[in-house]
């Protein structure tokens, strides 16, 4: 079953979730998204690294640069993060654990990112979400509903945020970890791992995961209910 996270990472999360509800704007970009687990985490931090060791432009993974891999993003009103919260909480009270799979490097045309394979479970689960947050999505909001003024989305983040239904979910779902702009020449070794948090995140900047406003943990103590139809 899901459980909400409330350990040493609880405060920071009750504060972000204040933080957002008290924002100036109506709406807030966010982002739910799959948290990955230590050895996964620190294989994207090191290329992150190589990433901006060669050009210093875009992002760098730390504390408030949460490399992730998105289920749904949305524009939502502030002050319907609860009901959202309690949306999700729905969907993944029944989801255990899913084991990934790396495939390969891809690359856009200013960033490089992990390919993730998609299972049927995780196309799934995707789909659940994105049907199960439609009530809430609003028209896109502006630059301003992304998290930090240090550091300013672009209109091209409010675009893919605003699409992203349209665009990039359903058959046009591509599970990836964005690592960074730039290209690497060396190709990435498969590898597996298994992804048992999954996080709200407030969007910033390069559509980023900037702060965590409420987190579940997957558990393998109940079998998965999502499948192929």
Not at 24 to 32: C, K, R, S, Y
Not at 183 to 191: K, M, S, V, W
Request: one cysteine or more; glycine letters at 4%.
């Amino acid at each position: 079953m899901a459980v909400y996270s409330n350990c040493e990472n609880g405060l920071a999360i009750y504060e972000n979730a204040l933080k957002a509800m008290q924002s100036p704007t109506e709406i807030i970009a966010v982002d739910v998204a799959l948290l990955l687990p230590e050895s996964a985490r620190e294989r994207a931090q090191a290329i992150n690294a190589i990433l901006w060791a060669q050009q210093q432009d875009g992002f760098q993974f730390d504390a408030t640069h949460l490399p992730h891999i998105t289920l749904v993003q949305l524009f939502v009103q502030r002050k319907n993060l609860s009901s959202l919260i309690q949306s999700i909480d729905s969907i993944l009270r029944h989801v255990s654990p899913l084991s990934l799979r790396v495939t390969k490097f891809g690359k856009t045309q200013t960033t490089s990112h992990l390919l993730i394979e998609r299972t049927s479970e995780l196309q799934s689960l995707h789909e659940r979400l994105t049907d199960g947050v439609a009530p809430f999505e609003e028209p896109p909001g502006t630059t301003d509903t992304f998290f930090g003024a240090k550091e300013p989305a672009r209109p091209s983040d409010v675009e893919w945020v605003a699409h992203f239904r349209s665009q990039a979910s359903g058959n046009n779902y591509w599970p990836h970890i964005t690592l960074g702009v730039g290209n690497l020449q060396e190709p990435a070794e498969p590898f597996d791992f298994t992804a048992s948090r999954v996080s709200l995140c407030h969007l910033g900047r390069s559509c980023a995961c900037r702060a965590v406003l409420h987190e579940w943990n997957l558990r393998s103590n109940m079998k998965s209910s999502l499948h192929a139809d």
